[in-house]
Structure formats: structure tokens, C-alpha cells
T-cell receptor
Framework: DAGVIQSPRHEVTEMGQEVTLRCKPI?????LFWYRQTMMRGLELLIY????????DSGMPEDRFSAKMPNASFSTLKIQPSEPRDSAVYFC?????????????FGEGSWLTVV | GENVEQHPSTLSVQEGDSAVIKCTYSDSASNYFPWYKQELGKRPQLIID?????GEKKDQRIAVTLNKTAKHFSLHITETQPEDSAVYFC?????????????FGSGTRLSIRP
């Protein structure tokens, strides 16, 4: 398996622009997570899905952020409008039957810079 | 709400010495505790894990201990080497039949001095 695939790997955008990050989880995994990582705040859980349904979005910072999972093999995280403070590494991760022994596998991350 | 505290935030040890990172969790229902290593510019990757019915687990130079009563668990790295330099994250998972939850600690930046 190719692992969790994220795109783009790097993006530089101007403040106010829409940003869409994409993720393809590992085939067969029914949990999908979006994390944001910064030096100041560490690794933050933004939202996670189980069987394509959002379970917990309490980590989504504000209405500018939205996430969707239209099917088992694809998810998007959208920021509109983007702001400089959104600059971070965004990780997508997936897992199967999130329980002891079935851990989370992370993608390579999407490095976002908003100028 | 549930929380995982990780200490120290930074740790510097001499090559060859041991390193210990400690985490405490708040949810007594947590039953699985993985540790991740993140090298600079890379993704977090699982290095070792422990289930709640086990007190200690070892894999070569790394070991993890769990004290369920005190709700804390620790990562031990012996005979440290330069390639051990990275950020280490602990996590606690609580499994429910309806949904599960995993919470990460804030990370420990480990530096190995030559």
C-alpha cells in the first residue's frame, strides 16, 4: 500500500485566497483524521471521520475551516479565506477500527504558507 | 475534557546515555498508548506501543512502561545515538463501540549531544 497520500505537499498562497488540501487514506481504513502542526501549538486534532461521517470537529478553529469526506477514499480540508496564522503543516492520517493495536498512520503532510 | 500531558518539552542527553520521556493521561478508560517519533521535516511514525493490560514492553533500545493506577506512561531510550534526535509524541486512545478518541501529548524535542 502507498500509505496515506496528501496533496499538495507544499503550497504558498496569498492571504484571502481559498486553500484546499486533499487526502487519500489507506485502503480499508475507516477512520480519517486531519491534524495541524505548528511550533507554538504542537499537533492539534482538527476533525476526524468514521465511515465518512464527521465524529468530532471541535478542533476546527473557526468557520473559515471546513472538511468533507464524500467517500471512503477521499477527503478535503478547505480554508476560505486563508490568513497568515493558518500557516502550518497539515497532516492527514488514517486508521482501521481505532482500538488498541490499530494505530494511526500519517501522511507526509501539506506545508502551507499564507503570505 | 480528556488531556495528555508530556514532559519534558525539550531534552538533551549525551550520546550513549539514556533518555526518559513521561506522559500522564486523564481518561481512566484509555486503553492503548502509542509513541511516535517525528524527524525534522518528516511525518510522525509509530515506534512502540503498549496496551492497558501490559505494564512494560521493550523493543531493542526502546521500552515503554505503564502505570494504570497513576495514569502515567513513559518512554525509555537506552544507549542513545545521534539518529534518536527527533520530536517524540505520546498518545492515549480510548476505545468506545460507537466512536474512539486518541489524544496526543505536546511533544518532546530530544537532542543527542555527540
Amino acid at each position: 500500500d502507498a500509505g496515506v497520500i496528501q496533496s499538495p505537499r507544499h503550497e504558498v498562497t496569498e492571504m484571502g485566497q481559498e486553500v484546499t488540501l486533499r487526502c487519500k487514506p489507506i485502503s480499508g481504513h475507516d477512520y480519517l483524521f486531519w491534524y495541524r502542526q505548528t511550533m507554538m501549538r504542537g499537533l492539534e486534532l482538527l476533525i476526524y471521520f468514521n465511515n465518512n461521517v464527521p465524529i468530532d470537529d471541535s478542533g476546527m478553529p473557526e468557520d473559515r475551516f471546513s472538511a468533507k469526506m464524500p467517500n471512503a477514499s477521499f477527503s478535503t480540508l478547505k480554508i476560505q479565506p486563508s490568513e497568515p496564522r493558518d500557516s502550518a503543516v497539515y497532516f492527514c492520517a488514517s486508521s482501521t477500527r481505532l482500538r488498541a493495536g490499530n494505530t494511526i498512520y500519517f501522511g507526509e503532510g501539506s506545508w502551507l504558507t499564507v503570505v | 475534557g480528556e488531556n495528555v500531558e508530556q514532559h519534558p518539552s525539550t531534552l538533551s542527553v549525551q550520546e550513549g546515555d539514556s533518555a526518559v520521556i513521561k506522559c500522564t493521561y486523564s481518561d481512566s478508560a484509555s486503553n492503548y498508548f502509542p509513541w511516535y517519533k517525528q524527524e525534522l521535516g518528516k511525518r510522525p511514525q509509530l515506534i512502540i506501543d503498549i496496551r492497558s493490560n501490559v505494564g512494560e514492553k521493550k523493543d531493542q533500545r526502546i521500552a515503554v512502561t505503564l502505570n494504570k493506577t497513576a495514569k502515567h506512561f513513559s518512554l525509555h531510550i537506552t544507549e542513545t545515538q545521534p539518529e534518536d534526535s527527533a520530536v517524540y509524541f505520546c498518545a492515549a486512545l480510548t476505545y468506545y463501540s460507537s466512536a474512539s478518541k486518541i489524544i496526543f501529548g505536546s511533544g518532546t524535542r530530544l537532542s543527542i549531544r555527540p
